[in-house]
């Protein structure tokens, strides 16, 4: 290589040292400054965080490096001269390469291999911070004894490293086979294989290194056993691994020697008969001695140790199973969930706004409980507004009715509960935000500062000159910005509330573990776990940006951990106001999973109601409900059997003084009801209803159908579904309910209507034609209008007047008076 060569290649291996570095280091920089912000906590976590990432990579760039130069380099000592082909004037010869040449070929070679090995050693953080601060439940494992934490905290870091150093001793093996293959050192010389004294002693201890790494595989496979799939554990495949997995291990470490003794000596049939060894006893102790101890298929642990561990694993420990007892008359919901997201989003048509959030929620004006739904969008402008639908009662007519702040009683007109100021943190908010007006988000007085912040953020109009008192805030969507803070969670999807008249996002914060002993695997996000809890509970003030973590109670061993490293981030129990917890709901997702659950044995609730085609896929979306004191949400889902098409159990979670609180009712039955797609048939039957499709349809609209909600009343199940007209010239509004008890239905246009209806008092009021539900929308909207103009609101006038033309079918003409 020339010096023009050797000068370029030092230049560019520069520049990308300083381009991976100055990015990490921009990062690191942008990330301390934001951090700051919050608390100083947050910013030493926020760097340990960075700095623990940087190391792992380095360390395992290193190692790697090191691995792959030193056995290169040895196969260099083996090259006496290497030639390559040049062509100069159509003419072809061979040149040496210098030693200084191919020294710099193999540590170039050496550097790049260990870079593409070692860089995503990070992403294991999570694993070696938990294994270094230990995990510990108080409870050992049925089969090894071992305390949970072993499995949760330390396996994963033993099966990290076992992983890399297979992959290096591998590729190092095919590498430096390939490469003596390349120069002669290994060879056929008639017909039979040859190999010099080098070559077989650098593969020889190489082939004594994987030994050793499969007797580390093999003494850990009766820990993979435990974690693994449930299926495949039985008394006869436990047996099998307890027995041979140290003499697979002694086996393997005897193949070892035997290799290391060929690298020295050229006993070629003593290594291939260790080797030999070695697959024999694997096949024989992993698919013949199962079968040949017996205890096939039967349960290797009781079944009440795994129940215990399922409860541990998933959060299960305070569940209530018991079996419903009817202790008065049947009776319709007290407080009925009558609206759902896809027909709260057709409520405020008519504008650009975007739909950022609809979420029940519960609002307590004047000390009172009001059920409602919270929708909260972003207009064109950045302006965001939350408006308020009651969920259990609407307008003589059926459409919504709207709360204000403050006040306990819901108007027709529709109206915002909140305005808020543009810029606000919300779930589609940018990348980064750069403000002059106010303090929120870093400073960018100094140009170094100026160029951290562009380099991290890709923000080159920071690069420009900025006027005093510029800043820029970033990761402004709660979720990203409650990750950044917390990275070890992951995080649900926000959920807005009303908190103290402000907007204030709630987030659930899950740990989930790949290998937890003994329990079943679910789909959670795309990937399968063997636990997940529900024990962190983040907030972000959508106005101030405070964000805050806590933990919550009764959280588990792992989440207590993290909570200790993160010290002055997660935030404790006690710290949590009265007021959020009151607003806090049950996980969804832990809900879930903990749905799937109980489908198993021991529990055998049934099978879930609208259950995925697919085994194991994640179980579908609990319906929400209102209990009965309105004290909050329920989440609810039911259980069906499939022989006899009727619901079996109901699950419902809730909050009580912050506690989540779950209970596993059971039907009888006798006084259950039937699955939700039987009801759905016989509803869709009823004259009446296919009277008001036809109505509606003749006007233009169409009849959309709401979830079916099951609750129970002192008497049994109780069964409703509500139908919505969508009109094209106006507003959505509840057209028709239809319930159900045990071995009764009923409908109407209203709940106490179909009640009535179901117990046999009242008939369903038919259908008016299509003109007479025109003429009510034109009077709901004069109403409005002339409310709107007494009380000087122009904006609602005019909006009122635009909807009364839409529905009167009067085109606008600016050339008529």
Known sequence: MSRRGKRLTVFVGVLVFFLFAGRWTATLLTDRWWAAQLSPAAAAFITDWHLLRFTLDLCGCLVASAWFIGHLMLVYRAVGT????????????????????????????????????????????RDVTLAWNGVSYGMADPLLGQDLGIFVAQLPVWRAAHGFLLLLVLLALTGVAALYMLVGAIRWIERRPAINHHARAHLGWLVAALAVTLAWGYLLERYELLVGPAAVLDQATWRSSALTSPVLAGIALGAGILSAVWASRPRHALAISGWIIVAFASIAAHWLLPSVLGGSREPVVDTRSLQQLTEVAYGLEG??????????????????SL????????????????????????????????????????????????????????????????????????????????????????????????????????STRSWLRRVALAWALQAGELLADTPPGTHVDW????????????????WSA??????????????????????????????????EVKSLRASLLGTVNAETGATHVYLQANADP?????????????????????????EASYPVDLFRTQAQQLERAPWSAGTLSRRPVAGNAMAPAPQVSWAADTSGPLTISTYESSADRRFTAMLLGSRENGQLRLVLVRLDSTLTLPVASTLEDRWSNFPSYDALNDSIREDGGRLDRGPLRVELSPGGPVAYQTYFALRPFGSTVLAWVSVAAPNRLGAGRTLKEAWGNLLGATVPAPPGPAQTGRLDEARRWMEHADSALRGGDWSEFGRA?????????????????
């Open 339 to 442: 609206w759902n997201p896809a027909a709260l989003a057709q409520v405020l048509p008519g504008d650009s706004a975007r739909l950022l959030s609809v979420d029940p929620a519960l609002l307590t004006p004047e000390a009172k409980r009001r059920p409602a739904w919270l929708i909260v969008r972003s207009s064109g402008t950045g302006r965001v507004s939350a408006t308020a639908v009651a969920d259990h009662q609407v307008s003589p007519t059926g459409e919504p009715l709207f709360y204000r702040l403050g006040d306990s009683l819901a108007r027709a007109a529709p109206t915002s509960l909140l305005e808020l100021q543009p810029d606000l943190l919300v779930p589609d908010a940018p990348a980064y935000r750069i403000s002059h007006a106010d303090n929120r988000g870093v």
């Open 82 to 125: 290497v030639q390559v082909r040049r062509n100069v004037a159509n003419l072809e010869f061979r040149e040496a390469l210098t030693p200084r040449a191919l020294l710099t070929m193999v540590t170039a070679g050496g550097v790049l291999l260990g870079l593409l090995v070692g860089v995503g050693v990070s992403g294991r953080w």
């Open 475 to 490: 990761h402004l969507a709660p979720e990203e910005r409650v990750a950044r803070l917390a990275p070890f969670a992951d």
């Open 558 to 582: 792992v989440t207590l951990t993290w909570s200790r490293v993160a010290e002055g981030v997660v935030e404790p129990a006690s710290a949590i106001p009265e007021t959020l917890l009151r």
């Open 494 to 527: 926000p959920t807005p509330r009303i908190i103290d008249g402000q907007l204030v996002w709630l987030l659930d914060g899950y740990i989930a573990s790949k290998t937890f002993p003994l329990t079943s695997w679910v789909s959670w996000r795309n990937r």
């Open 801 to 817: 007047w635009s909807s009364l033309r839409n529905v009167l079918g009067v085109t606008p003409d600016s050339t008529k008076f």
């Open 319 to 336: 569940l209530r199973d018991q079996t419903l007892d009817p202790a008065g008359p049947l009776a319709p919901p007290s407080v009925p």
